[in-house]
């Protein structure tokens, strides 16, 4: 009877251990993704107020901006959502809303990835077609639709999924959003980053693409290898498939991706600069801006000025 008990004793020690080092584990995953989040929004924001107000935007630039935004959000959910979290708060059915208004942004920043890779491609492999048919405004257009075309569906999966629950429902609407972020648009930004690639890469005659396609490159790069573990996490943790530490590990790798971005695009902008007053702002601009498209752009523009 003694052994039994001795034995009893012995496994619920190494359970309570195990779980406290489960719980540790989550705890330091939490942390860092809080930090991660904190960073992010800070590089996201100057982002933000850069490209807002004191670069001069064009048509690619504005795709960056909304993702900036899409980021900032993103960022900023999962640091709330951290905060309780870590401080044990009972939140209830807040604890929905915050996961699909995470999902909303996430979304909301592989569309425009999407849409970048497609728009970029084009303008590479034709340049003319572009600059005589490209309308105006068509990337505020697109990147509109894009934010309306995620808040609906993760709308409809709150409602569906939290608020009126309903399981056959809430599934068939999970599995259409996976299969159109998973097999549809990832495979379309895979597609068109690699035609971009290879056609600046192997091409008889030296593109002159400018550092946005760098900045480009390395976007789709870190998302692909941070952010779409979260989305495919998700998905199957909603179907039923549990893993361990799933989602809380896609999580903190998206986090550490939307916050990769600025960083992205200041090292890119600031590469083998040499001057000792370099600036953001400078960096951000030179990131952005030095595309044979945009150098035409401002040639084009200096010349009417200067006949003015």
């Known amino acids: 009877m003694r052994g039994s008990h001795t034995g009893l004793t012995a496994s619920l020690l190494s359970a309570y251990r195990s779980t406290e080092a489960s719980y540790a584990v989550l705890k330091f995953m939490e942390s860092f993704c809080l930090i991660s989040a904190v960073c992010g929004m800070v590089g996201n924001g100057i982002v933000l107020w850069y490209l807002g ?48 208004l995470d999902l909303f942004m996430y979304g909301t920043g592989l569309y425009l990835l999407t849409a970048i890779s497609i728009e970029r491609c084009l303008s590479v492999v034709c340049p003319i077609w572009c600059r005589t ?42 599995i259409a959003i996976g299969a159109l ?28 693409t400018g550092r946005l396609f760098t900045v480009i490159m390395l976007t789709i790069l870190f998302f ?8 495919i996490l998700i998905f199957f943790d909603f179907l039923g498939y549990k893993f361990l530490y799933s989602p809380e590990i896609g999580f903190v790798l998206s986090c550490v991706n939307s916050s990769l971005n600025p960083v992205i695009y200041f090292l890119v902008g600031s590469y083998r600069e040499r001057r000792i007053k370099f600036t953001l702002r400078l960096a951000f601009q030179r990131a ?8 035409e752009e401002r040639e084009s523009h200096n010349t009417k000025t200067v006949s003015s």
């Not at 900023?76 to 996961?99: H, K, P, R, S, W």
């Not at 697109?142 to 809430?170: E, H, K, M, P, Q």
């Open 224 to 231: 692909l290898i941070f952010a779409v573990p979260l989305g």
């Open 288 to 295: 952005f801006e030095d595309s044979a498209d945009d150098k």
């Open 53 to 100: 107000f004191r670069i001069r935007r064009n048509h690619f630039t504005v795709y960056i901006l909304n993702l900036a935004a899409a980021d900032f959000g993103y960022l900023l959910c999962i640091a709330v959502e951290t905060v309780q979290y870590l401080m044990q708060f009972n939140v209830g059915v807040q604890f929905g809303l915050f996961l699909f």
């Open 181 to 208: 972020d998973f097999l549809f648009c990832t495979p379309l930004m895979l597609l068109f980053s690699l035609t971009l690639f290879l056609r600046v890469k192997c091409s008889s005659q030296k593109l002159q």
């Open 133 to 174: 048919h490209r309308p105006k405004h068509l990337s505020g257009t697109i990147s509109g639709s894009l934010w309306a075309l995620s808040l609906l569906l993760n709308t409809l999966g709150y409602v569906l999924c939290t608020v009126r629950r309903s399981d056959g429902s809430c599934r068939l609407l999970l």
